[in-house]
């Protein structure tokens, strides 16, 4: 998978909106951009994922640059319970039979202040 | 269905000895994986199968882990002569091929090596 670059941490106030930020300027044509979450004690969460398009969801949003080589993960009114790390990971993709493990880097961990 | 579901939830052994983990995934997902995840970084992926085949497996899988999934359902995961260094949460997730939307992970196993 190839590599992607988030900040370590970012913090933000309840009830306001998030933009996460994410580098994969190596991205190929068939990488899928994907966002989890692990909130503290728990296993990741899947939170979306985009190839080309902005994508919403009730969740959140996916702005993907033109070039596809940065993506920003929008968080449109936070809350407490949003505190977690977010990952930002490029999966190729499924063609069936292959290599399908994610490459997880150390993430962004959102602090949200109330 | 209720997700992912890890057993057991915390394991605490001695250097040395056996171990092994259980994971039941979503049922009518196909691919079943396999993480590691230390504290502060991100999960690191182990192996995953689709169906009872074993596609995938990483480099940080040693002779010393193995994985099964003998029926196409639930999976084991066993290490032996555990080592402190194997101390970590040990993550499963599950996804149906050809789905375009993410993993689900279960909540982990914690392994403790004293």
């Known amino acids: 998978d190839a590599k992607t670059t988030q900040p370590n941490s970012m913090e933000s106030n309840e009830e306001e909106p998030v933009h996460l930020p994410c580098n994969h300027s190596?991205?190929?044509?068939?990488?899928?951009i994907h966002w989890y979450r692990q909130l503290p004690s728990q296993g990741p969460e899947y939170v979306i994922h985009g190839l080309t398009s902005n994508v919403n969801n009730r969740m959140a949003s996916l702005a993907i640059a033109e070039d596809r080589k940065s993506s920003t993960l929008i968080l449109h009114r936070a809350t407490l319970r949003d505190a977690a790390v977010y990952y930002c990971i490029l999966r190729a993709v499924d063609s069936g039979g292959g290599a399908d493990g994610l490459t997880f880097g150390k993430g962004t961990h959102l602090i949200i202040q109330p | 269905d209720t997700g992912v579901s890890q057993n057991p939830r915390h394991k605490i052994t001695k250097r040395g000895q056996n171990v092994t983990f259980r994971c039941d995934p979503i049922?009518?997902?196909?691919?079943l994986y396999w993480y590691r995840q230390t504290l502060g970084q991100g999960p690191e992926f182990l192996t995953y199968f689709q169906n009872e085949a074993q596609l995938e497996k990483s480099r940080l899988l040693s002779d010393r882990f193995s994985a099964e999934r003998p029926k196409g359902s639930f999976s084991t995961l066993e290490i032996q002569r555990t080592e402190q260094g194997d101390s970590a949460m040990y993550l499963c997730?599950?996804?149906?091929?050809?789905?375009?939307?993410?993993?689900?992970f279960g909540s982990g196993t914690r392994l403790t090596v004293v």
């Open positions: 049922s009518e997902h196909n691919r």
């Open positions: 997730a599950s996804s149906l091929l050809g789905s375009s939307l993410g993993y689900t």
């Open positions: 190596t991205i190929s044509g068939t990488d899928y």
